[in-house]
C-alpha cells in the first residue's frame, strides 16, 4: 500500500510538472512521424507510425509523464485491443480511446490535437 502511495505521488509530481511547463513554455504538440520501422532511439513529442505504404500497424511514442518508456499501440483493425490516430494536415496527432497504462508510471491520458489530457486518479 505504501509502494502504490508513493508511485501515485511521483506520478502526480511528474503530470504537475508536465502541465506547468506546457503553461509556461506553450502547449506540447504530438506530430506523427511515418516510419517503415520504430527507430531504435525515439525523440519526445513524436508519435511513430510504424507500417508501409497506406498500411499504419502501430503507433509508438514515448511516455509524457516523463518516465521515457515506449508505447506501442496497436492501429490494425482485427485485432485487439486496438486505437485509432488520426493526423492533420500539419502532422498533429490524436489518439482514441485513451492509454492507461497498468504497470510502470501507470499513467492514463488522452492525446488530442497533439496535446496531453491527464485523467484524474480513480
Not at 507510425?49 to 506501442?72: M, N
Request: aromatic residues 12%; positive net charge; charged residues 25%.
Amino acid at each position: 500500500a505504501a509502494e502504490h502511495a508513493g508511485a501515485q505521488r511521483m506520478r502526480l509530481l511528474r503530470q504537475t510538472w508536465s502541465r506547468f511547463w506546457d503553461w509556461c513554455w506553450g502547449r506540447v504538440r504530438y506530430r506523427t512521424k511515418r516510419v517503415k520501422e520504430v527507430p531504435e532511439k525515439t525523440k519526445a513529442n513524436w508519435v511513430y507510425l510504424e507500417g508501409e505504404g497506406g498500411d499504419v500497424w502501430i503507433a509508438a511514442f514515448l511516455c509524457p509523464c516523463g518516465c521515457e518508456e515506449l508505447i506501442e499501440l496497436n492501429l490494425q483493425p482485427q485485432q485487439r485491443p486496438r486505437w485509432h490516430c488520426t493526423e492533420r494536415e500539419d502532422g498533429i496527432a490524436t489518439l482514441a480511446p485513451s492509454i492507461w497504462r497498468h504497470v510502470g508510471c501507470r499513467s492514463h491520458f488522452f492525446i488530442r490535437n497533439g496535446g496531453v489530457i491527464w485523467c484524474r486518479p480513480s
